[in-house]
Nanobody, 110 residues
Framework: VQLQASGGGLVQAGGSLRLSCAVS????????VDWYRQAPGKQREFVAF???????DYTDSVRGRFTISRDDPRNIVFLQMDNLKPEDTAVYYC?????WGQGTQVTVSS
């Protein structure tokens, strides 16, 4: 199983980015995907998840600004991030089960 995260970059506060997580090697689409992030000097923290049936949840700090979704035919999970804040700066990782992607850097300037 492999997860490939992409879509990070540098954006000004108030801007938007869409992260993608391409999942390969899973035998079916019956899996949930989580997004986590890790800011410099901080522990990795949960951001959002989507289950195989489409149920979603978010950490409080991003609820209402981030939207997680999945495209099962293409085996991609998206994280749409709107109204970004400097405190959203981190490396973002996608994960399913014990498998993690390599991370993509998001930097939000004030």
């Amino acid at each position: 199983v492999q997860l490939q995260a992409s879509g990070g970059g540098l954006v000004q506060a108030g801007g938007s980015l869409r992260l993608s997580c391409a999942v390969s090697g899973m035998p079916s689409t019956n899996y949930a995907v989580d997004w986590y992030r890790q800011a410099p000097g901080k522990q990795r923290e949960f951001v959002a998840f989507v289950t195989s049936s489409g149920t979603t949840d978010y950490t409080d700090s991003v609820r209402g600004r981030f939207t997680i979704s999945r495209d099962d035919p293409r085996n991609i999970v998206f994280l749409q991030m709107d109204n970004l804040k400097p405190e959203d700066t981190a490396v973002y990782y996608c994960t399913t089960g014990p498998f993690w992607g390599q991370g993509t850097q998001v930097t939000v300037s004030s």
